[in-house]
């Protein structure tokens, strides 16, 4: 993840867009200098809590807002996520089968797995 500073600054700046306020009416509001509002948004100045709470209610968010972002989906989340669809495709293929080859299709991917796992180590 990026600096934790940053993405709180990317997030006021965004906020303060959406509201369509000025870098110059925002600091007023929030009772900070400009040029330090600028510095947050950039993320090269550390915004303190009490700060971070001036600006939320200048934005008339709730301070969580601020705080509400998500690292890169890990490639742990892909692998799950593709695993699914192929669950998903799997059962679509299946639903109008018997139970006996819905059995058969389970053992016939276990063995492949099995098979796959052997030969990765």
């Known amino acids: 993840m990026k600096n934790i500073y940053k993405t709180v600054g990317e ?4 906020e303060r867009l959406k509201k369509g306020l000025t870098i110059e009416e925002l600091a007023d509001m929030s009772d900070i200098h400009y ?3 600028g ?8 915004a303190s809590l009490e700060t971070i709470r001036k600006l939320a ?4 968010i709730p301070v969580a807002d601020l705080f509400k972002f998500f690292d890169k989906k890990s490639p742990k989340d892909s692998k799950v996520k593709s ?3 192929k669950l998903h495709q799997l059962q679509l293929l299946t639903s109008n089968t018997s139970p006996e080859v819905k059995k058969l299709i389970i053992d016939v991917a276990r063995k492949i797995a099995k098979k796959c ?3 990765k180590h």
């Not at 209610?57 to 008339?60: D, G, W």
């Open 39 to 46: 510095y947050i948004e950039l993320g090269k100045k550390k």
């Open 35 to 37: 040029t330090f509002l």
């Open 11 to 14: 997030k006021v700046r965004r």
């Open 57 to 60: 209610n200048a934005l008339q």
């Open 117 to 119: 796992k052997k030969s």
């Open 83 to 85: 695993l699914q669809k």
